[in-house]
């Protein structure tokens, strides 16, 4: 994909992809309900309709209609006669080894390259501590994945990383214990979860500042949800940073997410010195509104906190660290490089080849301030990436090998740009 230069624009956009979190948590979500569950503005993407793939293998009916999926869950939960393919999707793969583990049957999970390289000892580990019986590479450190579903205990764990994924894993494997379990963590994780989980009536409680869950066995189905799915804040980044780094531009970003453990980009630009605005209204379980991005002079900034609200949109931050005079540094990031790709190295080795000067910590990396130059960059397969630097097409031109890789969160990623008045060739 080819991006080519925009002098500037000023636009208000309303069909932003649907928030992905939310999306695949519904549909997993659904599993554990009687009734059918419907969401309107469903995200239509590669990982989220994969998803909806693995639901029908285990037994669930799937409506689709333009973007509205109604699913209709089975009474008991299959014992599929294929291997559950996961994709690309981290979120996909982890929720459903929490939820499988504590289910009669036996099950196989598996992704694409990217993601059977990526880390699975953090969900299996604690499940297996716990007695869940998964069996794969390292120790059940790496998929493929088998799972043999069995009873689980009741458990306490406290966890020493903040992720949200390994937090629902086990509240779904703690529905299938015969007593009260308990999860901790140190800093607070994306909460849409325990968000959804509560509109849906299901056997937990949270205290702490957040911090702490209570989760008892379900005794009942959960209640069925119909919703319509916000859009996704960590896509409508990228036109936020578009608008900051152009001059003379501005974007209004309707119906989005605006819950607070997904807004921190949004937040850290502002700390930056970007003009953004908020206006705030509450729908179905979470805070949605709008965004107004202006463009904006950036100062440079030190990042070491609330990384985990950050994760997915660090790469469209060092795009914005260039604009920002002087040097910006992340630290306490080393998520970043078992992500779709190792991102602290995706980073640094594109921006040198745009002549930014970047350097590769162990946890983060470090960014000067510059002038882009004109560059054919390396997307590594990785969709963050890919959407970053064609953010940055925008200001010096771009040329993205593999930028397929969109299609998994962000369909219609290109046609926004080119709506934006963006030259964009394929």
């Given at each position: ?6 002098g ?7 069909d ?11 549909a997993?979500?659904s ?6 569950s419907?969401?309107k ?17 285990l037994?669930?009916?799937v ?5 509205q ?10 014992t599929p006669?294929?291997?559950?393919n ?28 990217s ?5 699975m ?33 009741s ?5 020493e ?22 999860y ?9 979860s ?14 702490n ?32 940073l ?5 001059p ?22 502002r700390?930056?010195?970007a003009?953004?605005?908020y ?5 179905d ?12 002079r950036?100062?440079?900034i ?11 949109e660090?790469p469209?931050?060092?795009i ?19 992500k ?18 970047a ?7 470090e ?12 997307s590594?397969n990785?969709?963050r ?19 397929e890789?969109?299609?998994?969160s962000f ?10 008045g963006?030259q964009?060739e394929d």
């Open positions: 994909m080819k991006v080519y230069p925009l500037f624009f000023n636009k208000k956009i309303d932003i992809a649907a928030d992905k979190s939310i999306s695949q948590r519904f997993i979500f599993l554990l309900c009687k009734e059918s419907i969401a503005n469903y995200l239509l993407a590669e990982d989220s309709l994969g998803t909806l793939v693995i639901l029908k293998a037994g669930a009916k409506e689709i209609v333009n973007n999926v109604k699913i209709i869950p089975p009474r008991v939960l299959l006669d294929n291997i559950l996961c994709g690309n999707s981290g979120t996909t793969m982890r929720l459903l080894i929490g939820l499988l583990s504590g289910v009669s049957g036996f099950f196989i999970l598996n992704g694409d390259n993601l059977n390289k990526r880390p000892d953090r969900i299996c580990s604690p499940l297996k501590e716990i007695g869940a019986k998964i069996y794969g590479r390292e120790n059940a450190s790496f998929a493929p994945l088998c799972i043999q579903g069995t009873k689980l205990k458990f306490d764990f406290k966890s990383i903040s992720s949200a994924q390994l937090k629902t894993a086990m509240i779904l494997a703690g529905f299938h214990t015969k007593s009260t379990s308990f901790r963590e140190k800093e607070l994780s994306r909460n849409h325990e968000n959804m989980l509560k509109a849906m009536n299901a056997p937990i409680s949270i205290s500042d957040c911090l702490e869950i209570e989760i008892n066995p379900l005794k009942k189905p959960l209640k069925a949800l119909n919703i319509t799915i916000p859009n996704d804040p960590s896509s409508a980044f990228y036109f936020a578009a608008a900051v780094i152009l003379n531009s501005s974007i209004c970003l309707k119906n989005v997410l605006l819950n607070k453990t997904r807004i921190e980009a949004y937040e850290v630009l700390n930056m010195g003009k953004i605005t206006k705030t209204y509450k729908r379980f979470e805070d949605i509104g709008e965004i107004y991005v202006e463009s904006s950036l100062k440079c030190e990042i070491r906190e609330n990384i985990s609200w950050l994760i997915d660090l469209a931050l060092a914005a660290f260039i604009f920002a005079k002087g040097k910006s540094i992340v630290r306490n990031a080393k998520e970043l490089r078992v779709e790709s190792d991102r602290i190295k995706s980073i640094v080795i594109n921006l040198k080849k745009c002549g930014i000067v350097k590769e910590l162990d946890d983060g990396f960014v000067m301030s510059g002038f882009p130059k004109k560059a054919k960059i390396e590594f990785d969709h990436i890919a959407m970053a630097f064609a953010i940055l097409g925008l200001v010096c031109g771009i040329e993205i090998k593999q930028s890789c969109i299609k998994t369909p219609n990623f290109k046609d926004i740009l080119k709506s934006l963006a964009v």
